[in-house]
Nanobody, 124 residues
Framework: QVQLVESGGGSVQAGGSLRLSCAASQGTFTGYAVGWFRQAPGKEREKVAA????????YYGDSVKGRFTISKDSAKNTVYLQMSNLKPEDTAIHYCAAERQVGLEPKFLRGDYWGQGTQVTVSS
């Protein structure tokens, strides 16, 4: 079982950048697909990005394609979400989620383990 700890959220102006980190505080990400989800008040939870267990395949939601990049550092047991050209509509609590399945296509990630979430606020 893996425990996830997110960090890196904050407040920025539109057009700015943030990098979120998801660290495995217990266990490792070996064999896990990992993704980022977000939920804004009154809205459905949205899958933002995901990466497979090897780090070789990624998925991005349509709303973030070309602006966000997900990456995995296996040595540090950390998955990053680099967010650029942020927009007010990116404002939400962002959650890291992991699912233990080697070979899982990242677009199918649902998440068996979840972090506590980190707030991202983008002002216009």
């Amino acid at each position: 079982q893996v425990q996830l700890v997110e960090s890196g959220g904050g407040s920025v102006q539109a057009g700015g950048s943030l990098r979120l980190s998801c660290a495995a505080s217990q266990g490792t990400f070996t064999g896990y697909a990992v993704g980022w989800f977000r939920q804004a008040p009154g809205k459905e939870r949205e899958k933002v990005a995901a990466i497979n267990s090897s780090g070789g395949r990624t998925y991005y939601g349509d709303s973030v394609k070309g602006r966000f990049t997900i990456s995995k550092d296996s040595a540090k047991n950390t998955v990053y979400l680099q967010m650029s050209n942020l927009k007010p509509e990116d404002t939400a609590i962002h959650y890291c989620a992991a699912e233990r399945q080697v070979g899982l296509e990242p677009k199918f990630l649902r998440g068996d383990y979840w972090g506590q979430g980190t707030q991202v606020t983008v002002s216009s």
